[in-house]
């Protein structure tokens, strides 16, 4: 059998067939509510330059030691950029070159908006390919746009899922059409997901499978073992990305995962959960009840497509590690993204103008809700943001900061998600060397020089506790090959994480307090021959009003080939001789 034949289109069921109806919204009013919708949403973004979320600090570091191309002296000391075709590269490519011409906080905002673009309107190109007419149903999925894996940061995945529901919109618009369209398609769309994230490759491949298993029982009328070969080939586009991962880095990770059973229920509560559960509630009770009414009102329409892709995404689900590849949360990741395509597999029938109206406003409510609610909690963690950047004015640029926990119970608020790595704004601030940047070889192209890469995680472990650095300090440590093993000879500075306020000096005698925080504490590691009383004394974090703090929030000026970045040098401290590089 010729190859046109195996791929001779079906045709399609009544299902998916536009039906005769009065146009509910025209394209103008559509076109404008989504923007409504959208610009809505993203308020948030746009009053947050940096937002607490957990790994985002640290990516935005990343961003300008790329950007900074080793103009600042300081940055190509300590960090190099090894390009590879990693499997976690787009906000490499983009953001770096968005910062070319605006500073890097903007940026970021500029790339985390197009993450929210891309999702939304991928979710309503879904639609529309399954429906064959536009709908509004998916205005729904605003709220979803806030979501507890968000606050994690993983932004390159997020960038993934919108660019996969925009492919399975594609796939779906051509599968009546001649078939090298689509596998050609298919095989940029795998390709642009490889640079987005592994793991947003395995949601398109979940959603194409979903629909190709509906397709062939459903649709297709050909002979069962043409059925069979057409599902098979649907998976001939992912092929070229399997050499990609077979030769990267990453590969080396290949034997790096973890199953728990444990966290399975968690992982569907993320979907719908960020800061206040009452929210998550409300919005979760809203929907259900909404669609029971609509489909008691026969208005809501099922795409059978919904029946194999839920099957399906909880088989996967169920089956997925928690860590894969060294990356953690890989299971739970999964439920947000199905969540999207589930949203695009229902449409409602609303040709009544109250009908209509009672959809907006109380999409529009539930939208309201959910950012006020993140809005709020932003705003509540900026002071520790700013604190934050307000101490490392203490920090003399180019210096090397070791990063510890008070203890190994390290508090598990989200409210605390932003300050993770919040030290990693040293990099932006004060061009220096930190033991918490994302260097990971396989995971990321920055790494730290061989000639202080023993200083740093190099495995995206946990911090030290500071009780392991006192035990070290004394020379009492069993373990000599930790990353911060002699760590009073090797660093500048030490940032004490999640502090409170009966936290104390632990080493007086080695350590000068520099700055007191909220939930943190600076101090300046004691050298021989230094002068401590030179040194600034600590001060509790000032109370600022709101113009200061939306000053303070607004960033730092484009970077410069001086310093690196725009703020204004802090008052130099008395120097003190520079500990020798430790020897690679």
């Known amino acids: 059998m010729s190859i046109d034949a195996i791929y001779a289109p079906a045709s399609p069921t009544s299902a998916s067939r536009p039906t005769t109806a009065t146009r509910e919204w025209s394209t103008v009013q559509a076109v404008m509510i989504f923007l409504v919708f959208l610009l809505i949403s993203i308020i948030p973004l746009l009053t947050h330059p940096l937002p607490p979320l957990e790994d985002y600090a640290n990516h935005v570091s990343r961003m300008l030691v790329m950007a900074d191309h080793g103009q600042n002296p300081n940055l190509a000391k300590y960090y190099e950029i090894d390009w590879e075709i990693l499997p976690n590269l787009m906000m490499d490519l983009v953001v770096p070159w968005i910062a070319r011409y605006v500073n890097v906080y903007l940026a970021g905002q500029i790339f985390t908006v197009a993450i929210f673009s891309l999702m939304m309107s991928g979710t309503f190109a879904l639609n529309r390919a399954l429906f064959k007419r536009w709908s509004m149903l998916p205005l729904v999925a605003f709220p979803l746009l806030y979501n507890y894996i968000f606050l994690i940061g993983v932004m390159n995945y997020f960038f993934g899922i919108g660019v996969a529901l925009w492919g399975l919109a594609g796939w779906i618009h051509l599968r009546n059409r001649p078939w090298p369209y689509r596998y050609l398609l298919s095989a940029a769309i795998a390709f642009l997901l490889y640079l987005c994230h592994l793991f947003a490759v395995g949601v398109y491949g979940l959603g194409l499978m979903a629909f190709e298993i509906w397709f062939a029982l459903s649709v297709d009328r050909s002979p069962w073992p043409q059925r069979a070969l057409r599902f098979c080939a649907a998976g001939i586009p992912f092929l070229p990305l399997v050499p990609f991962l077979l030769t990267s880095s990453t590969w080396g990770h290949a034997k790096e995962w973890d199953w728990e059973s444990l966290g399975k229920l968690d992982g569907l509560v993320f979907v719908v959960e960020t800061y206040s559960d009452i929210v998550a509630f409300v919005l979760t009770a809203v929907v259900v009840v909404a669609g029971v009414w609509a489909a008691r009102h026969r208005m809501l329409r099922v795409h059978p497509v919904l029946m194999p892709l839920a099957l399906s995404g909880a088989i996967v689900y169920m089956a ?125 192209i920055m790494h730290v020089r061989p000639d202080y890469r023993k200083m740093v995680d190099t495995e995206d472990g946990v911090p030290p506790t500071i009780d392991q650095l006192v035990i070290d300090a004394v020379g009492r440590s069993t373990d000599d090959t930790t990353f911060w093993h002699d760590w009073l000879k090797k660093y500048d500075y030490v940032y004490l994480l999640f502090t409170d306020e009966d936290s104390d000096n632990p080493m007086p005698d080695k350590l000068k307090s520099m700055y007191d925080g909220e939930n943190f504490q600076l101090y300046r590691i004691i050298k021989p021959g230094m002068d401590v009383n030179a040194m600034d004394t600590p001060k509790k974090p000032i109370k600022l009003n709101a113009a200061a703090t939306a000053a303070q929030a607004a960033g730092p000026k484009a970077p410069t080939p001086a310093t690196g970045q725009g703020a204004a040098p802090a008052p130099t401290p008395a120097p003190a001789p520079a500990p020798a590089a430790p020897k690679p």
């Open 320 to 444: 997925m590690p928690r860590m894969l590849f060294a990356s953690y949360l890989a299971d739970q990741r999964l439920p947000i993204a199905i969540a999207f395509m589930v949203v695009a597999c229902f449409r409602v029938e609303m040709r009544q103008e109250f009908v209509r109206r009672l959809f907006l406003v109380g999409t529009l409510g539930l939208l309201g809700a959910r950012v006020a609610e993140v809005d709020i909690a932003w705003a509540n963690a900026e002071p520790s943001t700013l604190e934050m950047r307000e101490s490392l004015r203490k920090v003399q640029r180019g210096s090397k900061i070791l990063v510890a926990y008070m203890d190994n119970n390290m508090p598990n608020e989200v409210e605390h998600l932003g300050l993770v790595h919040a030290v990693s704004l040293a990099i932006i601030e004060r061009q220096a060397l930190i033991t918490t940047a994302f260097t990971t070889k396989g995971k990321q």
